[in-house]
């Protein structure tokens, strides 16, 4: 289990378009590595800032979007670090 992350979990509906999409199953592969390394995608600078507090503190929510070919997902990781959850922005 990764420190950071946690649990890595998805929604029913990523997982299903991920299994029938593969250009979709690789932009989200490309988001979450880019999560891990800490490039919250399109969130604003404010939001960017918060993220890097909270990792630092270790002690707040990392919340970072990224567009894809289908809709903008989310990635989300729990204040504890006990999981990490991908989901579809209208799905949040």
Known sequence: ???FLG????TREI???IADDENFAKEVLKALTR????????MCE?????????IKNDN?????????SQVKIY???EYDRSYTTILFSYEY
């Open 60 to 68: 707040d929510r990392v919340f970072a979007a990224y567009e894809t």
């Open 15 to 17: 997982n299903d378009c």
């Open 35 to 42: 999560y891990k390394n800490h490039d919250w995608g399109e």
């Open 1 to 3: 289990m990764n420190k």
């Open 46 to 54: 404010e939001d960017k800032q918060m993220n890097d507090e909270a």
């Open 7 to 10: 649990k890595l979990v998805m």
């Open 75 to 77: 990635i989300i990781t």
